[in-house]
């Protein structure tokens, strides 16, 4: 099992930037695939960035090239986020599972989200 906790959620004002990091523990931690989710009020979740275990990263068609998404040795995830907008106000939230699952964007373990608000 894995214990995911975010930190780094902030108000911003339109423009800036925020880093948003999770730290994960537990067995295992590192066999699993990691990624970041938002929600918004009123809005579904969605997938934001994803890190496979080969390294490679997936983004959301929303955030990409604003966003970068990266992992380090000791299973701590981060979000780069630059030139945020009021759109990209939510919670965000880390998951992780096995790759397999993952890949299928199956995801069992969450934090407990971190609050993004940007405003103009």
């Known amino acids: 099992q894995v214990q995911l906790a975010e930190s780094g959620g902030d108000s911003v004002q339109s423009g800036g930037s925020l880093r948003l990091s999770c730290a994960a523990s537990g067995n295992r931690a590192e066999s699993y695939c990691m990624a970041w989710f938002r929600q918004a009020p009123g809005k579904e979740r969605e997938r934001v960035a994803a890190?496979?275990?080969?390294?490679?990263s997936v983004y959301a068609d929303s955030v990409r090239g604003r966003f970068t998404v990266s992992r380090d040795r000791n299973n701590n995830l981060y979000l780069q986020m630059d030139s945020l907008q009021p759109e990209d106000t939510a919670i965000y939230y880390c998951?992780?599972?096995?790759?397999?699952?993952?890949?299928?964007?199956?995801?069992?373990?969450w934090g407990q989200g971190t609050q993004v608000t940007v405003s103009t």
């Open positions: 998951a992780a599972d096995f790759c397999g699952l993952a890949r299928r964007g199956d995801y069992h373990y």
């Open positions: 890190v496979d275990d080969d390294g490679s």
